[in-house]
């Protein structure tokens, strides 16, 4: 199926340009993303507004789309959000007897091949992915598809927060592995707690704790 020029716009505005933290408190140049990914600015002012109605850029008047730094609040509630869905995933698939454990384990072995600043934006969209599995292994398709909703946002907040911790990248690794190891185990306190600290560490250093 051919891909419109808005999806193309949309997808790379969404997955790149708000992805990149030096883009924050800027003013996106339709210009410059219309020559980068060979469209028209039409489709490019389509996706903005499909942006600017899920919240991610602010649409001013004369100045075009402004990308705007991620307060404490949003990060905040995008972690207790996400927190909610993840321990209620594990929770879930334990007791169906269904968790991922394989494919995250592949996913942490994919991130541990990435590390390096170089390779900050795709080490992290790994990670949403590593989360993502555990949340589909649900079956559950409406909370999936909520979870998946908040990619723009997972990936932005993970990327800000390697660039402002060193040794973050090893770090979510450990945590990482802590995750799955308590899913291997099947012990349900321990998968959801390692959840939370996950979370809360990564919400540590975005809030500059």
């Known amino acids: 199926m051919q891909v419109s020029g808005r999806e193309k716009a949309y997808e790379f505005l969404k997955d790149t340009i708000l992805a990149d933290p030096e883009m924050q408190g800027r003013f996106i140049s ?7 990914i060979g469209v028209s600015r039409t489709p490019i002012r389509e996706a903005l507004l499909l942006l600017a109605a899920e919240d991610l850029v602010q649409l001013v008047p004369k100045k075009g789309a402004y990308v705007a730094p991620v307060s404490g609040r949003q990060v905040a509630e995008l972690m207790e959000l996400r927190g909610v869905v993840e321990r209620f995933a594990a929770e879930r698939v ?10 995250m384990r592949e996913a942490i072995e994919r991130q541990t091949a990435l590390r390096g600043m170089a390779d900050a934006r795709e ?19 409406l909370m999936t598809k909520v979870y998946e909703g908040l990619r723009a946002r997972q990936v932005r907040a993970g990327v800000v927060a390697l660039f402002r911790a060193t040794g973050r990248q090893d ?39």
């Open 123 to 141: 080490f992290i969209d790994v990670d949403r992915q590593f989360h993502a599995l555990l949340v589909r292994a649900t079956g559950n398709e």
């Open 171 to 209: 770090a979510v690794l450990l945590e990482h592995e802590s995750i799955v190891a308590a899913l291997e185990s099947g012990d349900v306190g321990a998968a959801t707690a390692a959840i939370t600290a996950h979370l809360e560490s990564t919400l540590k250093v975005l809030l500059g704790a």
């Open 30 to 36: 339709e210009q410059d993303v219309a020559d980068r």
């Open 94 to 103: 334990l007791e169906a007897g269904t968790a991922p454990v394989r494919a």
